[in-house]
């Protein structure tokens, strides 16, 4: 069976049969049927199911409101009290696709959004004075709502104080360091803040003006989603424009110009230029270059994109391979120029897997880096990327490099598609099961590796850190059961143990065709357990050897989410290997402990990490600028005195396989990337340690 899971997962499940719906109450409104399709769908084959009834109500309505006005900028008592009378009932609305409450809390927030629009100019217009004791509590959960508009104006007034702090500290620094002395000659402390407040004004004008361009479906999203969140973090409602661009993301391939896209104000700016697509071979359209008309070869005349929200441009710059489009741009010495563009395949390698060769000067050389962003699949196209098949590849060039060890870097990737782990899981065992599958009542099935061929025999380390998620975690909690390789990084996974399908709405509805498309529904469906039964859900994997980081003493991950899925365990199925006995891991992990505690750089990152857990929990802010200022500078001094202890390491070489050079050089852009990554891997402690571990690891008893 093909199954795939996703920091989320995508895929297509066929439905026994159409939902039946009554008709929607006017001709516009696609809001009751999207509702009633997703809460269906959620019903229907959610892992958990919670019922639908006032501890759901009270939920709904916490995780709705924090979305809405979470740091208390924009409504008052008063507003909380219309809709506080909804928090028994929200369960009942939803079943019988009753909108008042979401339609009374659109207009609350855009009432009060047009209410502050007309505070904050008029309290910037006059100097803060920053010599009396004044605070703010910059974190929204420790405040009330204001009591009425009086007290809500001055919490802006304390705000748009801070704001101008900021900036006014900023200044004060810059001219204090200031090499030279600027035209006219050094600013006073009045001067420099009213520059700063000048500055505000501006993101402020810059935000509202963003917040014009919300519209009702952002906001009904947002409800949608705050409605399958108390089902699990996982679940949520995606509306046709995020479903593609999560399929171009897994998929790492997209039909269209190959340019990445920004508002700038009212227009669309061209912010990267995609190497090897249609328009870095057309050579016209460049980086800054503005977007106000588009048109379709099958048009007659181009649609004035002004003032439109990025992803509808966007909806309009794609399109399907062999098709023309023509842009109307304004370049950045003011000339106009239409562009027609042959749209084609694009491919966006920033990620896909990559490899290297690692030298630690004195200590070990010629070990292989593998790293991988993500666990990408093209669900869509039977001959698109597959990480699995990627890696495999990655794999055997390090092989013909004659690499003594490789190391797998699963930092920072948040998961995938759960068939290509069972895939590369299988490149370094014979056979066997990967992890196990379970729905809400069904019994649990194994996903197996079936191929009694191992590509790779040699020591594997397997980096992780709070961030490796979801699919990773199937990996690494794999290569540690087995006893394959050593897992090394923080002090857990993120814990991410549940699987989630794409369910198209539109295939659950007969009829209302003039509403679709509806959009997807991702859903929690599965948990999977590793192959001894316990679950990464909510714990992770902890790894064989710990790296201390900067969240060493802070929680993070699954369990720190709203309404998380419960750690539960099965039973273990029968396992092993005959590649590799780790029979010497205690004296592994001795030694890496021991070059911790000797490392100045990783006593550094210790001594961070107690920093960031005290910094945590001071969420308020003095608004007098010397107080400020001295927080400012102390912190300021900790942060570089921390990066300080960071710089290239000496002995650490990074370099390209000779193989892919050539596909490197092809542009230099990508020449910018890769050096780029090199230079940051010579820099990285925590591949420092792991060469070492290698290098210890390396005199282990291979059996092959």
């Not at 008042?100 to 100097?127: A, D, Q, V």
């Not at 402390?189 to 009213?194: C, D, G, R, V």
């Amino acid at each position: 069976m093909r199954i795939w899971m996703i920091a989320a997962v995508t895929g297509i499940m066929a439905y026994a049969g159409f939902v039946a719906f009554k008709g929607p109450d006017n001709n516009g409104d696609k809001e009751k049927l999207i509702l009633k399709a997703v809460l269906t769908m959620m019903q229907q084959v959610h892992f958990k199911n919670p019922p639908l009834d006032d501890n759901f109500s009270h939920r709904l309505y916490d995780t709705y409101m924090d979305r809405l006005d979470g740091m208390k900028r924009f409504l008052i008592m008063e507003d909380l009290d219309l809709l506080d009378d909804y928090q028994d009932s929200l369960d009942d609305q939803i079943r019988n696709e009753d909108l008042k409450f979401f339609e009374i809390s659109y207009k609350l927030i855009n009432n009060s959004i047009e209410k502050t629009r007309k505070w904050y100019p008029e309290l910037l217009s006059r100097p803060f004075d920053f010599t009396i004791k004044d605070s703010i509590e910059t974190d929204g959960e420790k405040r009330s709502y204001a009591k009425d508009d009086a007290e809500l104006k001055e919490f802006w007034r304390s705000y748009l104080k801070y704001e101008t702090l900021t900036r006014l500290s900023d200044k004060i620094k810059e001219q204090e360091t200031a090499t030279e002395v600027p035209e006219g000659g050094k600013k006073s402390i009045a001067e420099l803040e009213a520059d700063a407040r000048k500055d505000v004004l501006e993101v402020f004008d810059e935000w509202y003006e963003r917040m014009d361009k919300v519209r009702r479906s952002d906001r009904f999203e947002m409800y949608v989603n705050s409605i399958t969140n108390v089902y699990d973090p996982h679940s949520d409602y995606f509306n046709p424009k995020e479903k593609e661009d999560f399929d171009i993301n897994m998929s790492g391939r997209l039909e269209g110009i190959g340019a990445r896209l920004q508002m700038d104000g009212d227009f669309t700016k061209v912010v990267a230029v995609i190497p090897g697509g249609p328009a870095w071979k057309q050579k016209e359209l460049e980086v800054d270059d503005k977007i106000f008309k588009v048109q379709q070869e099958t048009e007659t005349e181009p649609v004035d994109v002004t003032g439109w929200l990025v992803d509808e441009v966007v909806t309009l710059v794609r399109g399907p391979k062999g098709t023309k489009v023509s842009l109307t741009v304004r370049k950045t010495d003011g000339s106009v120029r239409e562009i027609t563009i042959l749209r084609d395949e694009v491919i966006l390698d920033e990620g896909f897997a990559k490899s290297a060769i690692l030298e630690l000067e004195g200590e070990v050389g010629n070990v292989g880096y593998i790293t991988l962003p993500k666990f990408y699949a093209d669900f869509e196209n039977p001959n698109g990327r597959s990480c699995a098949e990627d890696v495999e590849i990655e794999v055997k060039k390090l092989m013909q490099a004659n690499v003594k060890g490789i190391i797998l870097d699963l930092r920072n990737n948040s998961g995938g598609s759960l068939n290509d782990v069972v895939q590369m899981t299988g490149l370094f065992i014979e056979d066997g099961p990967i992890v196990q599958v379970k729905g809400r009542d069904a019994a649990p099935y194994v996903l197996k590796d079936k191929d009694e061929k191992v590509v790779y025999t040699g020591p594997l380390v397997v980096m992780v850190n709070t961030q490796s998620a979801s699919a990773s975690e199937i990996l690494a909690a794999a290569i540690q059961d087995y006893g394959r390789g050593v897992i090394v990084g923080s002090r857990s996974t993120f814990g991410k143990g549940t699987v989630q399908r794409f369910f198209d709405l539109d295939k659950t509805i007969s009829g209302f065709d003039e509403f679709k498309p509806l959009g997807d529904v991702k859903i929690t469906l599965q948990k999977f357990y590793r192959v001894n039964g316990g679950s990464t859900q909510l714990k992770g994997v902890t790894p064989d050897i710990n790296l201390p980081d900067n969240q060493q003493y802070i929680d993070s991950g699954e369990k720190e989410m709203e309404y998380p899925m419960e750690w539960t365990e099965i039973a273990p199925v029968q396992f092993g290997q005959d590649i590799v006995d780790l029979h010497k891991m205690d004296q592994l992990k001795a030694k890496s402990d021991a070059r911790i505690k000797a490392s100045p750089q990783f006593s550094k990152v210790i001594t961070n990490a107690l920093r960031i857990k005290d910094i945590r929990n001071e969420s308020v802010v003095p608004l007098q600028l010397d107080e400020f200022r001295a927080l400012d500078i102390a912190r300021e001094e900790e942060s570089k005195e921390f990066k300080k202890s960071f710089g290239k390491i000496d002995k650490l070489k990074t370099e390209n396989l000779a193989i892919d050079l050539q596909s490197i050089q092809v542009d230099s852009s990508k020449v910018g990337r890769n050096e780029a990554w090199l230079e940051t891997m010579g820099k990285d402690i925590y591949l420092e340690e792991t060469l070492l571990i290698m290098k210890d690891l390396m005199s282990f008893n291979h059996k092959s």
